[in-house]
């Protein structure tokens, strides 16, 4: 996980309003993926992670912040067309989750509403 701004932004946020703090759970092997759960359930809700620009399909190979958040089943992928920087999941379920890219063009407050969702959906 890089500590670019909006990166930073978005982990303090979850951080402070939601009492969940990153857990590493790979660190040999993807030591920049951290994993935020419910406190009651344990079920992820978000994660953070660095992945290759080219795992969600775009044409240049660089590192790019993302979070992955659980998203109304079914609808990503109409979800992900409405927005160059939303995307069906990348390493999970693409019916159930969405990947937001953590470069500064989406703002934070839209981003913020969508962690309180997933946050919502994963409470059960």
Sequence with gaps: MNENSQVKTVVEHIKSEYGANPEFLWPDRYP?????????NKKWFALVAT???K??????DKAIDVINLKFDK????????????????????????????????????MI????????LLSDN
Excluded: C
């Design 32 to 40: 920049g993926y951290a994993v935020f759960r419910h406190d009651n």
């Design 51 to 53: 992945i290759s620009s």
């Design 55 to 60: 795992s969600l399909g775009l044409k240049e």
């Design 74 to 109: 079914n609808q990503t992928y109409d979800f992900a067309e409405t927005s160059d920087h939303i995307f069906p999941a990348y390493h999970m379920n693409k019916n159930n989750w969405i990947t937001i890219l953590l470069d500064g063009t989406l703002p934070n407050e």
């Design 112 to 119: 913020f509403n969508l962690i309180e969702k997933s946050f």
